[in-house]
Structures are given as C-alpha cells and as structure tokens.
C-alpha cells in the first residue's frame, strides 16, 4: 500500500508533506504541476497527510472514486515523466 496526491495538489504544490515525509518518497521539480509520492519509497507512515492544506494525500486504499486515475498517475510517473504529466494535463489543462 501506499499513499497517494490527487487533484487539489495541481498547481498548488505548497510542499508541507515534504517537509514531514521521513523517507523523502515525495518527489518535486519545477516542471510539474503537482508532486508525486514514490509508490516504491513510501512507508505508508501516513506522516504526509494531515500537513497538506488541501487534502489531497489518500491511503491508496481511501482514494476518492473520481480521484482514483491519481493512482497510476502517481505510479507511472516514476517510469515515464512525460506520460504522468500529460493525463495529469488531461485532467486539468494548464490555465
């Protein structure tokens, strides 16, 4: 299992899970809309969910059904930069 950022992260990255996360599973760059949780790192300590402002960080378990395409978004980015931040695009355009 795992923990998961959905939708409310996009373009906010207020990076306050970060800064909790013991393991450093949750990843940033300028480049992306949002930030992403290593599925392969994480140690499901839950640490990153209450300091996120929006709430957008789930158990992989919890997702919210119109959130669960996050899943795999959050997976495959670790495989394939560019296909994660196109459905990531796809769900929200850029402004």
Do not use: W
């Not at 499901?44 to 378990?61: F, L």
């Amino acid at each position: 299992m795992t923990y998961v950022v959905t939708e409310t992260c996009i373009d906010l990255k207020d990076k306050s899970c970060i800064e909790v996360c013991p393991v450093d599973c949750i990843h940033e760059v300028d480049e992306d809309r949002m930030v992403f949780i290593d599925p392969d790192e994480c140690i499901d300590c839950g640490a990153c969910v209450d300091p996120c402002p929006v709430d957008a960080i789930y158990a992989e378990e919890d997702v919210p059904a119109p959130q669960v395409p996050f899943t795999q978004i959050n997976k495959i980015y670790f495989k394939d930069k560019v296909a994660a931040r196109e459905q990531v695009d796809g769900i929200k355009p850029p402004a």
